[in-house]
């Protein structure tokens, strides 16, 4: 203690002591401003300049005005009162909310955990006074957003505040709670009837009830599963519905008793009784019923079909099931009843059902079909005969077609009233296929639902043909010789039975009858199918050959580096090639069409074949024939492929193997022509493309007047040798003199030597 007491009057003597020398305020500010460059000392300035605080200090003060605060304060709200930037009071934050967990940012603001918990302690205490609160009240009273009060009161719910914060963001206590599932208890133990729980809620929104729709359907739930109340609740969400007991049991006992008593009940009387699904709800209950499209049967009901069908099966016969089945039943219904049955399931092909309420044995209908194959076998082979003796031409061939349709002769009805016209397998463009209807009885006015869907579509003529294709594409029907036949064999049978079983067999006879028909028109056609095959080969190889010749053209023209001569190029083309392939292509057609025609050379003739084509190739083939009269190969290419489509042609595409071998055979022609040709200007058309193919492994098929053009690409060509050069220019000027004077003149002995050479130089290579 004395050597402490020695330091304290030592330092006291010192400071009481005068310095001799005194640091003015500069040179504290240049040390300040030395060590803050050394990074000795780490301090902040504050707005004014005139003060300096440390990290660690503005640390303190910034704890000290949240304190102060109550937990809350603004972030901008610490500038004024620190007399700090923000950029360090933000950087200062976030190093203390990283050590402190207990406070957070929300929105700018400075936020404790304390803060929140005495928000949540004053809501606990309104709470208890009214019973439920909004969280929207609460966020405005608060001034938070209702995520972060959200956020606060869920953690501390059961701690700081005693309630139930249901889906709906509202807060009830349990008070509240009991006492909204009293009010519930007693409005619904009042219901008699079925009854929407949101309808009947929403009337007690208002007024001393006040009741919540979504507390008061969960609480429903509650009272029913703890049987405090007795119904069920059937639906979901808006349309959900509320069934008492009382209700379900007596409706649940006439339904069963109606059940009982008729073997059957409608879904239309469910309805009525307030059941939303009756098939569910029948399945459901009568666990052996089943389910028809608008009733609902006892399976006693298609046992007893199914011992009926069964019968039929043995002793071949057919079954009508309307008097089995009880009467409310539709047609439809009455169908289903047989799917139903096990015969029907297990062996269908022994039976089958027509007009969706008989039932005809498999082995009666065939033994109906032989009967009827064997009354129809003599008309059939008289008129094979008659087939058999006409001649074999396309004139033939339109008499075979309308043998097909045989004279009509007067036949009478069944019951012997007025005959009419139409002998059996006659076929009238207006009649109309007959489809059964259940005549009396307890049937319903469905069997006539479909008054043209059975007939056949080869019966209706084409509108869009003549005469003549109506009659060719006209088909013999029996079915009115089969109504009559099956009217007469079988008295008993039921008329609608008739009518639907001749519909059935209807196909089989026509079949037969057109089988004989074929074989007799195949025999009388073969050689003149066999003719015009023969023919349409020829014109198809014409076609592939005038092809393969167009794209070498093509090909040879597209090579070309003189653009000048593109336009004359192309026109000459189109107007000899392209227009060849153009008229063979409407050749082909009407030989495929079996169109008559003499000649198609001119407009007038080729558009009277193009009438006779069908629409869509007769409107392909003038699209191409307008691209011929364009400079555009392009487009007749477009064309000639939409053509070829309708057509059904597939041309072949020149490989380059192809266009070779193409190539060798022009020039193998070309030579022959030049050694046979004696006028001077085809002469030296020749010699010009025959170079220009060895020049240029291409043939352009160029007009006279063109040449001259290929004679340039010839002349320009490095690999020319220049005296051949000179000559074939020499050869040109002679050609373009003699086709100005128009005259034939004799060659100069120097030009005719000339020729002579270049055609002795070509015809040896």
């Known amino acids: 203690m004395e050597e402490l007491e020695k330091l304290r009057q030592k330092l006291y003597s010192i400071q009481k002591e005068q310095s001799a ?95 929140l918990d005495s928000v949540v302690e004053e809501i606990q205490e309104q709470l208890q006074e009214v019973g439920k609160l909004h969280i929207n009240d609460l966020s405005l009273r608060f001034d938070l957003e209702v995520d972060l009060l959200t956020s606060a009161i869920n953690p501390r719910l059961g701690r700081l505040i005693h309630a139930v914060f249901d889906a709906s963001e509202t807060l009830y206590t349990q008070a509240h709670i009991d006492r909204h599932k009293h009010k519930v208890m007693g409005l619904f133990s009042s219901v008699t009837q079925p009854i929407i729980i949101a309808h009947l809620v929403r009337q007690y929104q208002s007024g001393d009830y006040q009741l919540n729709e979504r507390m008061a359907f969960g609480q429903l739930q509650e009272l ?71 009733c609902f049967i006892d399976q006693l009901v298609v046992d007893k079909v199914d011992d009926s069908i069964t019968e039929i099966i043995d002793n071949i016969g057919w079954l009508d099931v309307s008097p089995l089945v009880p009467p409310p039943l539709s047609n439809k219904d009455m169908e289903m009843v047989i799917k139903e049955c096990p015969n029907m399931k297990c062996t269908p092909e022994k039976a089958i059902v027509l007009n969706e309420y008989f039932v005809v044995s498999t082995t009666f209908i065939d033994r109906c079909f032989t009967l009827l ?27 075979i077609n309308e043998i097909s349709s045989p004279p009509t002769k007067a036949t009478s009805n069944k019951k012997g009233g007025k ?119 020829q014109l198809s190889t014409q076609l592939n050959t005038l092809y393969a010749n167009y794209q070498l053209f093509k090909n040879g023209m597209q090579e070309m580096d003189d653009e000048k001569s593109l336009p004359n190029l192309t026109k000459h083309l189109l107007k000899t090639v392209c227009t060849n392939i153009a008229n063979l292509l409407v050749e082909i057609n009407a030989n495929y069409h079996m169109v008559e025609f003499s000649s198609i050379e001119t407009p007038a003739q080729r558009s009277a074949v193009l009438q006779s084509l069908p629409s869509q190739v ?18 007749f290419q477009d064309t000639l492929d939409t053509v070829c489509t309708h057509s059904q042609i597939k041309l072949k595409q020149l490989d380059k193997k192809s266009e070779r071998a193409l190539l060798d055979n022009h020039e193998k022609e070309l030579k022959e022509q030049l050694a046979h040709e004696q006028d001077f200007g085809n002469q030296f058309q020749i010699i010009v493309n025959l170079f220009y193919i060895k020049l240029k492994n291409h ?67």
């Not at 129809?376 to 004139?395: C, G, W």
């Not at 109504?483 to 196909?507: C, D, G, N, T, V």
């Not at 003038?622 to 392009?634: N, R, V, Y």
């Not at 020319?720 to 003699?738: G, P, R």
């Open 699 to 765: 043939y352009v098929y160029a007009p006279p007047r063109s040449i001259g053009s290929l004679v340039s690409v010839i002349c320009q060509d490095e690999e020319t040798d220049q005296v051949l050069k000179d000559q074939l220019n020499t050869l040109h000027q002679e050609v373009v003199k003699a086709i100005v004077n128009k005259s034939n003149s004799t060659l100069e002995p120097e030009t005719t030597t000339i020729l002579e050479n270049i055609k002795t130089l070509l015809l040896k290579q």
């Open 224 to 294: 029913i599963a703890a049987k405090r109340i007795n119904g069920i609740i059937q639906g979901k969400g808006s349309s959900a519905e509320y069934i008492p007991s009382i209700f379900s049991q007596s409706r649940s006992k006439w339904i069963e008793s109606f059940f009982n008593q008729n073997s059957y009940i409608a879904y239309e009387s469910l309805t009525k009784l307030q059941i939303h699904d009756p098939k569910a709800y029948l399945k459901q209950t009568f666990k052996n019923g089943v389910a028809l499209s608008t």
């Open 21 to 115: 020398q005194k640091l003015s305020e500069r040179n504290c500010i240049e040390i300040i401003v030395k060590m803050l460059e050394l990074k000795m000392i780490d301090i902040i300035h504050t707005l004014n300049g005139k003060e300096y605080i440390t990290p660690k200090q503005l640390e303190l003060e910034i704890k000290d005005e949240i304190l102060r605060s109550g937990g809350r304060v603004n972030i901008t709200d610490l500038q004024p009162l620190l007399n700090i930037d923000i950029s360090h009071i933000t950087d200062c934050v976030n190093k203390i909310i990283k050590k402190d967990k207990s406070i957070q940012i929300y929105h700018g603001e400075i936020m404790t955990t304390y803060y």
């Open 618 to 635: 007769s409107k392909s083939l003038d699209k191409l024939f307008a691209s011929l009269s364009k400079s555009s190969i392009e487009e």
């Open 419 to 537: 005959s009419k016209q139409g002998a059996p397998g006659d076929l009238d463009d207006s009649d109309e296929d007959i489809k059964p209807t259940k005549k009396g009885g307890n049937k319903k006015k469905g069997g006539n639902k479909k008054k043209n869907d059975d007939s056949d579509d080869d019966d209706q003529p084409n509108k869009k043909g003549g005469k003549n294709q109506q009659q060719q594409q006209k088909k013999v029907d029996h079915l009115q010789e089969i109504i009559q036949l099956l009217s007469k064999w079988y008295e008993s049978m039921e008329e609608e039975l008739i009518q639907s079983l001749s519909q059935y067999l209807r196909p089989k006879v026509n079949q037969a009858w057109e089988n004989m028909v074929k074989e007799a028109r195949e025999k009388l056609e073969n050689e003149t199918m066999k003719s015009r095959k023969q023919q349409q080969q």
């Open 373 to 399: 194959q064997q009354s129809i076998q003599d008309k059939l082979e008289k008129q094979q005969k008659a087939m058999e003796n006409l001649a074999v031409s396309k004139d033939s061939v339109k008499d």
